[in-house]
T-cell receptor
Framework: DGGITQSPKYLFRKEGQNVTLSCEQN?????MYWYRQDPGQGLRLIYY???????QKGDIAEGYSVSREKKESFPLTVTSAQKNPTAFYLC???????????????FGDGTRLSIL | AQSVTQPDIHITVSEGASLELRCNYS??????LFWYVQSPGQGLQLLLK??????LVQGIKGFEAEFKRSQSSFNLRKPSVHWSDAAEYFC????????????FGKGTMLLVSP
């Protein structure tokens, strides 16, 4: 079955450490997205990528970095500059819209990051 | 800038009763609207979407939503709630076309009482 796989499901980070969250999709989607979810805050966009080797900052990109070397993969690195990284992180993907139509975003099951 | 407001943080409904979750959006052009559902510790599952045509949209699990342009609303409804519907519900708005991003509301947590 096609879908989006996020790993690991749970991740712990020590102070001052960078960690990388994995997101892989086999839906052949061009666009991929990273969101951060905090209780009562909804989803906030961190980064998104419309095509390989290209990505754009979202609303809360500070302290995060991404790469898009392959169509299937869009890893997110939470750097030590992110002072409050504890959150639930969701990856999504979608196909571009056709004329007069549109496609929804499909989501992975998320990674919960905590600070030790 | 686009925005989504879900006025109710929590809603409690008795099993078998009807449900309406409110969503108001702000968007300068023709909006593309979604409702997603999230169970604890899981990702988001699409319930339904609207971008044109009939303003009453049918989705999965017996849900429907009605787009009212004059009220900038896209409320989610279900005639009879089941205990398995307990989850968090998110409304989102985006632009038609291309790779537009979505703006999400802060969610409404649905609790179902016996």
């Amino acid at each position: 079955d096609g879908g989006i796989t996020q790993s690991p499901k749970y991740l712990f980070r020590k102070e001052g450490q960078n960690v990388t969250l994995s997101c892989e999709q086999n839906l052949n989607h061009d666009a991929m997205y990273w969101y951060r979810q905090d209780p009562g805050q909804g989803l906030r966009l961190i980064y998104y990528s419309q095509i390989v080797n290209d990505f754009q900052k979202g609303d809360i990109a500070e302290g995060y970095s991404v790469s898009r070397e392959k169509k299937e993969s869009f890893p997110l690195t939470v750097t030590s500059a992110q002072k409050n990284p504890t959150a639930f992180y969701l990856c999504a993907s979608r196909q571009p819209a056709g004329e007069g139509s549109n496609q929804p975003q499909h989501f992975g099951d998320g990674t919960r990051l905590s600070i030790l | 800038a686009q925005s989504v407001t879900q006025p109710d943080i929590h809603i409690t409904v008795s099993e078998g009763a009807s449900l309406e979750l409110r969503c108001n959006y702000s968007y300068g052009a023709t909006p593309y609207l979604f409702w997603y559902v999230q169970s604890p510790g899981q990702g988001l599952q699409l319930l339904l979407k609207y971008f044109s045509g009939d303003t009453l949209v049918q989705g999965i699990k017996g849900f429907e939503a009605e787009f009212k342009r004059s009220q900038s609303s896209f409320n989610l409804r279900k005639p009879s709630v089941h205990w398995s519907d307990a989850a968090e519900y998110f409304c989102a708005v985006g632009a038609l076309g291309g790779y537009s991003t979505l703006t999400f509301g802060k969610g409404t947590m649905l609790l179902v009482s016996p």
